[in-house]
């Protein structure tokens, strides 16, 4: 009688209380699982953000050296031969060499400023580029005679789109231009 007395636990009762329990738990571990792996998931994406900017700032960066270092070596022509810089066509016309030099020289400057007016387009600081075509409407001004008749017919179209367009501005109307007329 002893042994009826003593109850006997409910085991289908007991695993059906804490089979619940142990299902919450789970459920809660996959959650806080799921939780984990998102954040985790944003901060690689904006890793990855933040080094594409990175990079794409280290190439902007090195295009403009790039450019920097052809405009440095445009003005080291221009202080090596200034006599190219404000051209008197009448001597040039009359000596080959220093017409093949100044038709370089012309070519150096516009390859220098078509560079960097093309970096500097893609600038964030303002009026970079305004600053960089005023320089650039400075120093073309006196080869306007040569923008009009070149001595390559093509030398315009050697250059960006945008280039063109400036070369061609600053040539303005050539009808009253004299051509260019090598001397013997």
């Not at 009762?13 to 998931?41: D, P, T, Y």
């Amino acid at each position: 009688m002893d042994m009826q007395r003593i109850k006997r636990p409910d085991w289908p009762g007991f695993h059906a209380k804490a089979g619940n329990w142990a299902q919450i738990a789970s459920a809660l571990f996959a959650f806080v699982s799921m939780i984990v792996a998102i954040v985790g998931f944003t901060i690689v994406i904006r890793q990855m953000e933040d080094s594409r900017k990175k990079t794409a700032d280290e190439a902007y960066r090195a295009e403009l050296a790039d450019a920097r270092k052809i405009y440095v070596s445009y003005s080291e022509a221009s202080l090596r031969y200034p006599q190219l810089t404000a051209p008197d066509f009448e001597i040039l016309m009359h000596n080959h060499n220093e017409y093949l030099r100044y038709q370089s020289f012309v070519s150096h400057m516009v390859y220098a400023y078509d560079d960097i007016l093309n970096v500097v387009a893609h600038s964030k600081e303002s009026g970079a580029k305004d600053e960089w075509l005023l320089a650039f409407r400075a120093d073309v001004a006196p080869h306007r005679r040569y923008l009009c008749h070149p001595a390559d017919a093509d030398f315009v179209q050697m250059y960006r789109p945008t280039m063109q367009a400036l070369l061609k501005e600053a040539a303005g109307d050539c009808a009253q231009i004299k051509p260019l007329v090598e001397s013997p």
